[in-house]
């Protein structure tokens, strides 16, 4: 079946990628710089076609290929997880979890011991200062 008739529409796709980045629109614009405002991504966002300069600076600013914002269709993407998983398809995978927390949790601990390291020697650097300093060795 072939789907001449579909239509992409180019707005919408530009919203679906900036709000997978986690942008808003000011943020957005902002990152555009120049002419570019919350409004005018607003509008862009609801326009069907998009002009190639702007769909190229958008692009570029949501770090994706202009030709995904051109062809992104859901129904495709639907129709790829449709014809790919079956309902045995879960019972196949094999989940391993790469993540360890008790090696997050070391991992933090070992950095704060750091930092606590760091701000007692600078505490012992500003007593033996202050020694100095009230045993009139040192003026500050």
């Not at 919203?15 to 942008?23: A, P, T």
């Not at 943020?27 to 069907?48: H, V």
């Not at 030709?67 to 309902?87: C, H, L, P, Y």
């Amino acid at each position: 079946m072939t789907n001449d008739k579909r239509t992409i529409h180019q707005g919408r796709n530009v919203k679906r990628f900036r709000e997978m980045l986690g942008l808003k629109q000011e943020a957005l614009a902002d990152q555009l710089g120049g002419d570019w405002s919350q409004k005018k991504i607003s509008m862009l966002e609801n326009k069907e076609i998009i002009d190639a300069a702007s769909l190229d600076e958008l692009a570029a600013a949501l770090k994706v290929p202009a030709e995904a914002i051109k062809n992104f269709s859901e129904e495709a993407v639907f129709s790829i997880i449709n014809n790919t998983f079956n309902d045995y398809a879960a019972a196949n995978m094999n989940y391993q979890c790469t993540l360890s927390p008790l090696d997050e949790i070391r991992k933090l601990n070992a950095e704060k011991e750091e930092l606590y390291k760091a701000l007692l020697k600078e505490k012992d650097e500003k007593i033996a200062l202050l020694q100095k300093v009230l045993e009139g060795k040192t003026n500050i």
